[in-house]
Nanobody, 124 residues
Framework: QVQLVESGGGLVQPGESLTLSCAASGRSFSNYAVGWFRQASGKEREFVGSIDSKGEGKGFSDSMMGRFSISRDNAKNTVDLQLYGLKPEDTAVYYC?????????????????WGQGTQVTVSS
């Protein structure tokens, strides 16, 4: 089993940047790909980006590509999502998820473990 805990969310102004962290426990975490998703109020959960188990392969949603980045440190069992130039429409609960595969994936159903989410609110 893998447990995931997100942190780093909060209230920020448009244009600011933020780093979200996902701290994982579980012996096999370093073998799992990790995805980030977000869910705005009243909307379905959507894919943000994913990073493979080694931190080499990455994939992003077209709408986030160029503004968001993902990194991981398997020695610390953490995965970070860097959010740049935040916009009000980025407001959402951001979730990290892990799947029992080393390869990236972009769908909710591909992931086996989920964190509780961290709220990012972008507002002036």
């Amino acid at each position: 089993q893998v447990q995931l805990v997100e942190s780093g969310g909060g209230l920020v102004q448009p244009g600011e940047s933020l780093t979200l962290s996902c701290a994982a426990s579980g012996r096999s975490f370093s073998n799992y790909a990790v995805g980030w998703f977000r869910q705005a109020s009243g909307k379905e959960r959507e894919f943000v980006g994913s990073i493979d188990s080694k931190g080499e392969g990455k994939g992003f949603s077209d709408s986030m590509m160029g503004r968001f980045s993902i990194s991981r440190d398997n020695a610390k069992n953490t995965v970070d999502l860097q959010l740049y130039g935040l916009k009000p429409e980025d407001t959402a609960v951001y979730y990290c998820a892990a799947r029992k595969s080393p390869y990236v994936a972009a769908t909710v159903l591909a992931y086996d473990y989920w964190g509780q989410g961290t709220q990012v609110t972008v507002s002036s």
